[in-house]
């Protein structure tokens, strides 16, 4: 089992920037993969970031050169850092972990206002 719990979500204006963070616990030594997807409202779940144990990373057009995903392995922490953040960056940001299961956190809402 995995434990994922995010943070830092917020509601925040155009331009500005957050920083989430997903805490990871429990059998995290099977994960080889973390990241990060996002849900608006009426639409599907999309993914923003992963970084894999490999440290190889991958981010969709959307985000590219505004979002950064990055790791302490030493806190089994997953950080996103979402810089000039747009009205349709406005979702629920959920944590994953690709272990030998698929494990999501619970979801935190950032809010962006035009």
């Known amino acids: 089992q995995v434990q994922l719990v995010e943070s830092g979500g917020g509601l925040v204006q155009a331009g500005g920037s957050l920083r989430l963070s997903c805490a990871a616990s429990g059998s995290i030594f099977s994960c080889n993969a973390m990241g990060w997807y996002r849900q608006a409202p009426g639409k599907q779940r999309d993914m923003v970031a992963f970084i894999t144990s490999g440290d190889s990373i991958n981010y969709p057009d959307s985000v590219k050169g505004r979002f950064t995903i990055s790791r302490d392995n030493a806190k089994n922490t997953v950080y996103l850092q979402m810089n000039s953040l747009k009205p349709e960056d406005t979702a629920v940001y959920y944590c994953?972990?690709?272990?030998?299961?698929?494990?999501w956190g619970q979801g935190t809402q950032v809010a962006v206002s035009s």
């Open positions: 994953y972990a690709r272990c030998r299961l698929v494990y």
